[in-house]
């Protein structure tokens, strides 16, 4: 088994409509970023690369690259879990902590566990995903931006069923 830790940040701004956890989520503002900013793809993605000392999220898909400007954070991150198969591994689990003053997420989490369980052709039950404040303190407390931790364990495929 390999367990990797990503992390990402963005601002909040721009035009973009809010992507977390690879669905949609309404709010007033969208967040500045290359792609569309998905800070829980992007940590996940950071995460199972470092499970795979494969370098990150930045290394494979980076943000001087026009081929990524508004590139959509399911499909990089089905790219790492493609990487991740490549070389023998699938999800054992995944821990999500989200980070934001903003939005309310409670009422999106379950959408959000199913849809990044579809990106790992993985159970339900192996992904989790949480959100918390930073009670008023810091970027996030300002409601500056949104920020993302994910822990992940990567285990080795076994064909002995």
């Given at each position: 088994m390999r367990i990797g830790h990503?992390?990402?940040?963005?601002?909040f701004g721009g035009d973009k409509p809010l992507m977390l956890g690879?669905?949609?989520?309404?709010h007033t503002?969208?967040?500045i970023a290359h792609s569309d900013g998905d800070v829980i793809l992007h940590a996940v993605a950071d995460a199972v690369l470092g499970a795979l000392a494969l370098g990150d999220i930045g290394h494979?898909?980076?943000d001087t690259d026009a081929a990524y400007a508004g590139a959509d954070s399911a499909v990089l991150l089905a790219d790492v879990v493609s990487q991740a198969q490549s070389k023998g591994f699938e999800l054992g689990n995944l821990d999500v902590t989200v980070v934001a003053q903003e939005p309310r997420l409670a009422p999106y989490i379950a959408k959000m566990k199913v849809r990044i369980a579809q990106l790992f052709n993985?159970?339900?039950?192996?992904?989790?995903?949480?959100?918390?404040?930073?009670e008023k303190l810091g970027f996030v407390g300002r409601k500056e931006g949104i920020a993302c931790h994910a822990v992940v364990i990567m285990k080795a495929v076994t064909n002995d069923g």
């Open positions: 990503g992390y990402d940040v963005h601002k690879g669905i949609e989520v309404p503002r969208g967040v494979h898909f980076p993985a159970a339900d039950d192996s992904v989790n995903v949480k959100a918390t404040t930073t």
